[in-house]
């Protein structure tokens, strides 16, 4: 595998398990102060994706897949893939298309920007 995608799709990892876990310590360490997120219910900054996580767990287990990476100048990234997903408290799969902005700041990354696009109805 790529060194760049393994290195942004770890992070990835890193905020997923963040949001199956309700770390919102990590969850902060991963998104960029000027984080932006757009999504089907509305526009979401770092600080609207944390208190997400106020309440505990928001996903209960998730798989990604067909990820690739585009390099975007010395130090962003630019990960699309499939994630299919539960969300915490239910028994349906849902699945959706993600784009996510990386910048590299020193030895690691953090997440500028993410877009989700669902796939569909959530399979039973």
């Known amino acids: 595998m790529d060194d760049l995608l393994q290195d942004v ?6 905020v997923w398990d963040a949001l199956v876990s309700g770390d919102t310590r990590s969850y902060r360490a991963a998104l960029s102060e000027d984080f932006e997120g757009v999504y089907p219910d509305g526009f979401f900054g770092r600080e609207d994706q944390i208190a997400t996580l106020t309440t ?3 996903v209960a287990a998730y798989q990604l897949s067909q990820e690739r990476v585009r390099r975007i100048g010395d130090d962003h990234a630019l990960l699309s893939y499939h994630a299919r997903f539960q969300r915490a408290g239910q028994t349906a799969w849902e699945e959706m298309r993600v ?13 500028l920007f993410s877009q989700d696009t669902p796939e569909g109805r959530p399979v039973p």
């Open 9 to 14: 799709l770890t992070m990835e990892c890193m």
């Open 56 to 58: 505990g767990p928001t």
């Open 99 to 111: 784009s996510s902005l990386w910048r590299r700041e020193g030895a690691g990354w953090v997440n």
